[in-house]
């Protein structure tokens, strides 16, 4: 017979562990910490600032509030081009004092057009309209670009519109004061020949009275387009401190182009306001860059 094999108590179970199905490497597989995905950094409460200026909005809201900025505007300029044309009278009477001063408290104009008094009644009250609303409209379109800004930008831009009007006024006021009443004295009385009764036409004297003012308050400008320019990176104070003679020169030529009489005197009463401007402006432009180069 042939001879029975033995079988060990532990053959069993190694030909059980055999014939199990061995489970899928993945679930066998220890996973590394390296492999294991990092958590998502979360923002600590402290870090986040909230901004009470800023406003989010769609762009349909966006352009609702300039709708309503422009309405403001529009409003604020014909409400004064309505109070000036109720005062028109002694609107005119102010305008044409410099005018009486040269030619006697009896002088007089002369009327071309039928409608010239009308017309110039209007064009008053619009130009005051403009001059004196135009702050305020600068003052609208600022707020609503304002809150997208941070609050230092912000203070800087208000303080450049109140120093742009106040410059422009100053302009207003010496082209008033020192040189508008002298052109007419060296055009109606130095230049008159005799025999010649002078008297200009109401809508040419306002147009002169106009323009003349308007250019001194534009040229008055000059501090705020340098400064501007020197914060843009544009422009540098040393370049014009280098180039300061050329500057003058510029500004010379600019003042005798546009200065309202043909004389020595109109010319030096535009030309020294602005150079004083023009150093002025590098002053200050010297003076915010120290400040950037500490910060």
């Not at 005119?92 to 001063?101: A, G, M, S």
């Not at 005051?128 to 809150?147: A, E």
């Not at 003012?213 to 370049?239: D, E, N, T, W």
Request: hydrophobic fraction near 50%; proline fraction near 7%.
């Amino acid at each position: 017979m042939p001879a029975k094999k033995k079988s060990f108590p532990g053959s069993k179970k190694k030909a059980i562990q055999k014939n199990k199905i061995a489970p899928p490497a993945n679930l066998t597989k220890a996973v590394s910490p390296s492999q294991l995905p990092l958590p998502e950094p979360r923002l600590e409460e402290e870090s986040i600032e909230f901004n009470p200026r800023e406003k989010y909005m769609t762009l349909g809201e966006h352009l609702e509030e300039l709708r309503w900025v422009l309405i403001k505007s529009i409003i604020t300029v014909f409400a004064i081009m309505i109070g000036s044309l109720f005062f028109g009278s002694e609107i005119h009477t102010i305008f044409v004092k410099p005018y009486k001063n040269v030619l006697g408290s009896d002088a007089t104009f002369f009327q071309i057009k039928l409608m010239a008094p009308v017309f110039i009644y209007l064009k008053t009250s619009f130009m005051v309209s403009i001059l004196f609303g135009f702050p305020f409209v600068f003052y609208f379109l600022w707020n609503f670009i304002s809150p997208a800004l941070d609050p230092t930008t912000d203070k800087y831009g208000k303080f450049i519109i109140l120093f742009s009007t106040l410059l422009f006024w100053g302009g207003v006021l010496v082209c008033w004061f020192t040189v508008f009443e002298n052109l007419l004295e060296i055009f109606l009385v130095i230049f008159r020949p005799p025999d010649v009764d002078m008297k200009l036409p109401i809508d040419e004297y306002y147009d002169i009275f106009f323009n003349i003012h308007l250019v001194f308050g534009a040229s008055f400008q000059l501090p705020i387009v340098l400064i501007l320019l020197g914060r843009l990176g544009i422009l540098k104070s040393s370049f014009l401190i280098n180039r300061w003679r050329e500057a003058t020169i510029i500004i010379s030529v600019f003042s005798a182009f546009f200065s309202p009489g043909p004389d020595v005197f109109s010319m030096m009463m535009l030309f020294i306001p602005l150079m004083i401007l023009f150093f002025a402006s590098l002053v200050i432009m010297v003076i915010s860059e120290k400040k950037d180069k500490e910060i």
